[in-house]
């Protein structure tokens, strides 16, 4: 990892002062513990909060230094460990800068933390229960026909994938995406596009079971819920899609935590 050296006097760049300006003060002296951790994490917060871009330029090892109130060898071992996850790229010569390909690794490290933390369980039901339920009231009094009709093509992709559990992730994924998009809200489907990695994950632990019975039988419980929700769609009643989805919700969440517990005693 290469920084720009300290004794060349060059004109701050650009990137370096937007960083100043704004992810600057975003950022909060570390704790004494986990201190390469907690920087990892902040520079992975502001660019998943758009503070940072891909393209952007960081600031000097001192600068950083200054900021986050640490060592050297401590900034050193946080940029080293962004760079291995793709999230940096260091250029020799130039300086660090965010890689223009960190999109994948941050929705991976979403899934990747889903299972870590019962809170982080109960906090991702609760925003689905809240984020979901209002996304199909919604649909429900806006959908078109062809809104209508993808929804309805990616419960039969569920039904065709039962035994194929990547398939019908994907399919399944799409029919809340739909839905979302069925809202004619863009900031509501940009929100559960957001939490695509965790809803992923979700749908794919409350799927994976010791054995494919028991997979197909809670894969096919799953396709008569999202029917149900479909229903109350083409009927535009959105109390109803409202009910429908938070039963799913519920459904799916009571087998995530069964999961949950599950790896806790392992």
């Known amino acids: 990892m290469s920084l720009t050296p300290n004794h060349e006097k060059k004109p701050i760049p650009l990137e370096a002062r ?64 962004l760079a291995v996850m793709g999230i940096l790229d260091g250029r020799v010569g130039e300086g660090t800068f965010v890689s223009n390909n960190n999109k994948k690794y941050l929705e991976k490290s979403l899934q990747w933390g889903l299972l870590m933390d019962r809170k982080d369980v109960r906090d ?47 399919f399944d994924l799409q029919f809340h995406l739909r839905i979302a998009r069925a809202t004619q809200n863009s900031i509501l489907h940009n ?36 029917h149900k929700i479909l229903q109350a769609l083409r009927k535009h009643k959105p109390e109803e899609a409202r009910q429908a989805m938070t039963e799913h919700i519920l459904s799916s969440s009571a087998d995530l935590q069964a999961r949950v517990r599950e790896e806790s005693r392992h």
Do not use: N
């Open 191 to 226: 929100l559960l596009s957001m939490t695509r990695g965790y809803l992923q994950s979700w749908i794919h632990e409350s799927l994976s079971k010791p054995s494919v019975r028991k997979m197909r039988i809670r894969a096919e419980s799953s396709v008569r819920e999202h």
């Open 124 to 170: 991702l039901i609760e925003t689905r229960l809240m984020l979901e339920s209002q996304t199909a009231f919604f649909a429900a009094r806006r959908a078109t026909e062809e809104d209508l009709q993808e929804i309805a093509r990616a419960i039969r992709g569920m039904e065709k994938s039962l035994e194929q559990p990547e398939e019908y992730l994907t």
């Open 18 to 81: 937007k960083f100043e300006s704004l992810a600057s003060q975003a950022m909060r002296p570390v704790s004494r513990t986990s201190l390469s951790d907690d920087i990892v994490e902040q520079i992975i917060d502001l660019i998943a909060r758009g503070i940072l871009k891909p393209g952007d330029r960081l600031p000097s090892e001192k600068q950083l230094c200054g900021r986050f109130g640490v060592g050297r060898t401590t900034i050193r071992e946080a940029l080293r460990s």
